[in-house]
């Protein structure tokens, strides 16, 4: 039987503990005044920090979630452990021995996550003894051949899984059950029931907390006779999250709270010789994308908070590979830029090399000169969107520079966005004043689109893209709450209104509209970016229309902002007369396709103002059928 810890031994672990450094491990933490600490806080997303911590008192307090109380609660809030863990971890941390009352002991286990974390270490034991066996020469080959030496293998914990199920026969040998086992990720259960080792011929890494405990493992393949994918991660657990853990944060942590920078690379091999060269600040996912969380992780760390100037308080850099996968991983960090109240680089290395092969090929001077080297991130998505148009046109200029000013206008600094508009001027050749206008037009668009959304609290808070940022950064301490938009929160003009109608109509009345004339007004232009997005959804959906339950079908494929949206359009009012709701439902399709046409009409006409019936007789021939066509198809609408 589990017994009661006697009151005094819980009070003098209390006592004995400093809650600083127990709350150090998961936040970077500075002085805020005469015996008071603070930081980001761990329990709710925040940019300004407003988690307070009095070593003295023994007591921290988030004034901006609410969260707060002694070490024992943080323990067992941020490790998910009872109360009575709490005590016995804190105490083995002291070499304190506990007494127990009503005849009782310590636990036989420490709860799940004590248990998970006992067979994750004790599988790394196990990888780490065999990778010296013969079996492992493969592994050890692989790591030569990148330049990776024993002590570099000891130092990352690299170690070897052999075939054979030799993993589940030394679990059982140390006490590890197959049912922890397997929930830990380490064996895996096929159809049949049978058991075996998931890692099995392939070199593993240890995945670490920033505590430095192994909670998961990635490994790679060697053998030809191999049929997974070349790489292989632990599997969700109770105690590894792959969106909330980056490899190597357990040994660059103290490096980046000191120098406030981190250098995002893409694999485990890069992170190894990052460090190697002496790189320390060196982390990288575990099988999925740089995302939201792992951003909230880093800053914690790295002590990123809101205040003074854009840039001040570190850096995070990122390295690609050149390749489209690394262009879209570009593209993910750019939208989440941001999230960071640090400046935000980009590393390339020359020829496209990752760190690895770039220390391999030159040496670790090269793989330091890197990061040194790095480009602003805003200079590198200008420069890559540079590369969409052609420059040695007119046409093409003026298409670049509108696609190049929302970057620049979403700058947070303004000194910033100015010098990077003169930049952009010099690069397009253009007039610096006609770049400032297109800015200020391109940030003018951004802001009215956060104001319509903040109103709602709409999708501006979300986070997915540049410029998505809470537009109040005075109370950006408070917890973040769910987003969401409604119609109330759409703008009010004809074409607007017009969009919405549309969609009422096809949603509400999907018979009345047609799957022909529906499928027409769905192809047209929506303006407004959330009717857009929920156009998008309809149109995915359409072949199911009137059927029982298409609209919960259109709920599910927007993101979770939208959801209100959907909902309410699906059940507002048609404009009209009850009576001639059908007609009136054909008639918004008909006229927001007249719409479009319409306009490709002015566009044929402007053409054929610029032709030269004599020179250019055949296009103006092309264009006059065109126009003729688009004629006939509006009138056709309109039933003229």
């Known amino acids: 039987m589990t017994g009661l810890i006697r009151r005094s031994d819980i009070d003098e672990v209390r006592s004995r503990t400093n809650i600083a450094d127990i709350v150090g491990e998961h936040v970077t933490l500075r002085s805020a005044g005469v015996g008071s600490m603070k930081g980001l806080c761990p329990f ?9 911590v009095r070593p003295q008192v023994g007591f921290y307090h988030c004034f901006g979630c609410g969260e707060g109380g002694d070490v024992y609660s943080f323990m067992m809030k941020i490790e998910h452990v009872s109360f009575q863990e709490a005590v016995e971890r804190l105490a083995g941390r002291l070499g304190y021995q506990l007494t127990y009352e009503e005849g009782g002991g310590p636990a036989q286990d420490s709860g799940q996550r004590a248990r998970l974390l ?6 790394a034991d196990f990888y780490v003894e065999q990778l010296r ?5 493969p592994a050890r080959r692989f790591l030569g051949e990148r330049g990776f030496d024993p002590a570099a293998a000891t130092m990352f914990g690299v170690g070897f899984a052999p075939r054979g199920g030799a993993l589940a026969k030394h679990l059982r040998t140390v006490g590890i059950t197959e049912a922890d086992a397997i929930t830990a990720g380490l064996l895996g259960k096929g159809e049949r029931g049978d058991v075996y080792d998931r890692f099995r011929g392939r070199l593993v890494w240890p995945i670490r907390d920033t505590t430095g405990q192994t909670i998961g493992f990635g490994a790679r393949k060697l053998l030809d006779d191999d049929q997974g994918p070349k790489y292989l991660n632990t599997p969700e657990t109770p105690v590894y999250k792959k969106s909330q853990v980056l490899y190597g944060l357990d040994l660059a942590r103290r490096d980046i709270a000191k120098g406030k920078q981190v250098v995002v690379v893409e694999g485990y091999t890069d992170v190894m010789a990052c460090h190697l060269a002496g790189v320390t600040t060196a982390v990288a996912t575990c099988g999925t994308a740089f995302g939201v969380d792992h951003i909230r992780m880093v800053r914690r760390v ?27 991983a570009a593209t993910r960090a750019f939208a989440e830029e941001r999230q960071f109240a640090a400046q935000t680089f980009v590393a390339v290395a020359p020829e496209g090399l990752d760190p690895c092969d770039l220390r391999l090929q030159r040496g670790d001077d090269a793989v330091r000169l890197l990061i040194e080297h790095r480009r602003p991130l805003f200079e590198f998505m200008i420069r ?15 298409a670049a520079l509108r696609a190049a000013a929302p970057v620049v206008a979403g700058i947070r600094d303004p000194s910033l966005a100015v010098e990077y508009s003169r930049l952009l001027a010099r690069w397009l050749g253009a007039d610096t004043n006609d770049v400032l206008k297109a800015v200020r037009s391109a ?35 408070e917890p973040e709450q769910p987003v969401s938009i409604g119609i109330a929160s759409l703008p009010s003009d004809l074409g607007t209104r017009l969009e919405r109608d549309v969609l009422m109509g096809v949603m509400q009345q999907p018979a009345a509209v047609g799957t022909e004339l529906a ?26 229309a009137g059927a029982s339950g298409w609209i919960e079908l259109v709920v599910n494929e ?18 009209g007369r009850e009576d001639r709701i059908e007609a009136a439902v054909r008639g918004f399709a008909a006229a927001l396709i007249e719409r479009d046409l319409l306009r490709e009409k002015r566009e044929l006409l402007g053409a054929l103002q610029r032709l030269d019936p004599q020179a250019d007789a055949d296009r103006s021939s092309q264009v006059q059928r065109r126009l003729k066509l688009v004629e006939e198809d509006r009138r056709a609408l309109k039933g003229e």
């Open 44 to 52: 709710h997303d925040e940019r300004s920090p407003s988690f307070h």
């Open 133 to 137: 066996t013969p079996a492992a020469e």
């Open 519 to 544: 499928n027409r007004a769905l192809s047209s232009t929506f303006a407004d970016p959330n009717l857009a997005v929920v156009r998008d959804a309809v149109a995915v959906h359409l072949a199911a």
């Open 384 to 398: 890559r969107t540079f590369a969409e148009f052609n420059l040695e046109s007119a046409e093409g200029r003026v």
């Open 558 to 575: 927007v993101p979770d902002p939208y959801r209100t949206l959907v909902q309410q359009l699906a059940v507002a009012p048609i404009p």
């Open 118 to 123: 006992a067979a994750n270490q004790a599988a």
């Open 443 to 477: 940030g003018s668009r951004a802001a009215r689109t956060e104001a319509q959304a903040g109103a709602q609290g709409g999708p501006a808070a979300s986070g997915g893209s540049a410029g998505a940022a809470s537009t109040d950064r005075a109370s950006a301490s």
């Open 302 to 328: 790295m002590g990123d908070s809101d205040g003074g100037a854009v840039g001040a308080a570190g850096e995070v850099v990122f390295t690609f590979d050149p390749d489209e996968a690394g262009q879209k």
